[in-house]
């Protein structure tokens, strides 16, 4: 039997998101899940150097640390575009979905990656079978200025967004991915709060093409305050494979996505 529900939900990069939950599904189903939708061509072979190790980071030289500056602004600009509540829908967020396979999900017990991806029509509309959500941002003229992809956790204990950011040309100048999860770090001294989660972000900035610079942080809400942890006290179940793209247009490719004019204006 399923049960499902609709959350809305990044809790860093705050996105209007789609979780479903299904009773009885076992871990090992949840990471079939993920391969599934890897071969499925939302990972591609080719692209900017990276990832790379989640807590690696990589201050700019001198020279580029006024672009970084600039881009991290535009980076949480646009947050707070994808951070908004989810009841109404923004001219300037268009959403997509992908849909799990009907047959190929009753017979498995838990979601199994599909082809067809849809337009949704705003955050209280995401269809029962979503597997990944799309939400791309759209700047005043039209052009895209970032595409998130948030996959479905079918238990609710990770939470996990993968966000590109493009210049007015499409090139890629950002990539985010952010993870947030439960049940990681029981070994913390002094422990995080009950029922708190951790998240997980890394930032990498990109300039004409070449990776520049990386950020990293891990926080955990402790004594009722958000701090940095220990990420050695911690365990990493949620650390799925991604891919960074350098332009838009491979993104839109990969993931199956067509922008109308409609949309655009």
Not at 41 to 68: Q, Y
Request: glycine residues 8%; charged residues 20%; contains cysteine.
């Amino acid at each position: 039997m399923q049960v499902q529900r609709k959350l809305l939900r990044i809790l860093r990069v705050k996105a209007a998101v789609v979780q479903t939950e299904k009773a009885g599904v076992a871990e090992s189903g949840r990471c079939g899940q993920w391969l599934i939708a890897s071969l499925l061509g939302l990972m591609m072979t080719s692209g900017h150097a990276g990832p790379l190790a989640e807590s690696k980071v990589i201050n700019p030289v001198a020279g580029d640390a006024p672009w970084v500056a600039q881009v991290k602004s535009t980076v949480t600009a646009t947050n707070r575009v994808l951070g908004g509540d989810g009841k109404t829908s923004s001219p300037r967020i268009v959403l997509f979905a992908r849909l799990a396979d009907p047959a190929k999900t009753k017979k498995a017990g838990y979601l199994v990656g599909g082809d067809k991806v849809v337009k949704v029509r705003d955050a209280k509309s995401w269809p029962e079978l979503t597997i990944t959500s799309y939400i791309v941002v759209l700047r005043p003229n039209g052009a895209v200025a970032a595409l998130q992809e948030v996959p479905v956790s079918e238990s609710g204990d990770w939470n996990n967004g993968y966000t590109h950011y493009f210049d007015e040309t499409g090139q890629t100048i950002a990539f985010e991915r952010n993870s947030s999860f439960f049940n990681a770090c029981d070994e913390l001294t002094p422990p995080l709060d009950e029922n708190s989660v951790t998240t997980e972000t890394s930032t990498y900035y990109y300039r004409n093409g070449k990776l520049i610079a990386k950020d990293y942080s891990f926080e955990g809400v402790i004594n009722k305050k958000t701090r940095p942890i220990n990420s050695a006290k911690c365990t990493f179940h949620y650390r799925h494979p991604y891919k960074i793209y350098p332009q838009w247009e491979q993104v839109r490719k990969a993931v199956g996505i067509t922008l109308d004019a409609q949309a655009k204006s």
